[in-house]
């Protein structure tokens, strides 16, 4: 809803999120769909990075706004 961060930061995280959470689930059930390190880790460590990311830069944009 904020404008302080471009939208489509927020799409790929929310895109990269659901492939990850089919890749667990698919997984669960045992279906071979998606093959289990390239679908679930790799895109994890990258979900991971971007909250690290995503994070810092919120906070420094939070301590420069006025309250």
Known sequence: M???FPRRL???AFLVGL???TAGITYYLGIDAIPH???FVG???L???WMLVMGILMTRSAR???V
């Open 64 to 66: 420069r706004s006025p």
């Open 43 to 45: 895109p994890s460590g």
């Open 37 to 39: 390190l390239a679908g």
């Open 19 to 21: 492939f990850v959470t």
């Open 47 to 49: 979900l991971m990075t």
């Open 2 to 4: 904020g404008r302080a």
């Open 10 to 12: 927020g799409w790929a």
